[in-house]
T-cell receptor, first 117, second 115 residues
């Protein structure tokens, strides 16, 4: 089956620093990748949709200057949390869509736990 | 905008019994897909079952089956012969068949299996 990886799986950073999270599709080309945020005991909230080679589309209420998304290749998308603050602490999950599959199924990465001190 | 509602924050069931998780959705589209995802303590999202809106037949995957009532916009998940490994958060999700095809998730139902 299709595999999506995320790196790092867990990161702790100081307030004011920037953190980059990578999302990779390992065995398929992901024309579209999605970034979600999940607070404890809550559902997944879509932050943005990124298409390879173009600017990401952010959901309403998501600060594009704070959460920088780059989808430079068909197998890699990155989410950079700039000037992180404690309220940015959360679980971030990416998913990738295999554009060649007939049903456009999305495959999820294992997530990244971000803790901002 | 599409919405997905799971009205049961928590459910519990005895091992080997059957449990049904509820989900309703709201949409004006005719082309869409519905999903049930499982999120165990590892937090890896796992696809349990999917249903295409144009199919009248309810989807089934081994012990998991759905009751898809299109007119009522209801999409419940039935788990038969519950096992301890079924304990997890379960999310119902909607995906449009057009456009960006992003997933819209419900609030989730935490399922506990009692031995």
């Amino acid at each position: 089956g299709a595999v999506v990886s995320q790196h790092p799986s867990w990161v702790i950073c100081k307030s004011g620093t920037s953190v980059k999270i990578e999302c990779r599709s390992l065995d398929f080309q992901a024309t579209t990748m999605f970034w979600y945020r999940q607070f404890p005991k809550q559902s997944l909230m879509l932050m943005a949709t990124s298409n390879e080679g173009s600017k990401a589309t952010y959901e309403q209420g998501v600060e594009k200057d704070k959460f920088l998304i780059n989808h430079a290749s068909l197998t890699l998308s990155t989410l950079t949390v700039t000037s992180a603050h404690p309220e940015d602490s959360s679980f971030y999950i990416c998913s990738a869509r295999d554009g060649t599959s007939f049903d456009n199924e999305q495959f999820f990465g294992p997530g990244t736990r971000l803790t901002v001190l | 905008a599409q919405t997905v509602t799971q009205s049961q924050p928590e459910m519990s069931v005895q091992e080997a019994e059957t449990v049904t998780l509820s989900c309703t959705y709201d949409t004006s589209e005719s082309d869409y897909y519905l999903f049930w995802y499982k999120q165990p303590p590892s937090r890896q999202m796992i696809l349990v079952i999917r249903q295409e809106a144009y199919k009248q037949q309810n989807a089934t995957e081994n012990r998991f089956s759905v009751n898809f009532q299109k007119a009522a916009k209801s999409f419940s998940l039935k788990i038969s012969d519950s096992q301890l490994g079924d304990a997890a958060m379960y999310f119902c999700a909607y995906r449009s068949g057009q456009g960006a095809q992003k997933l819209v998730f419900g609030q989730g139902t935490r399922l506990t299996i009692n031995p």
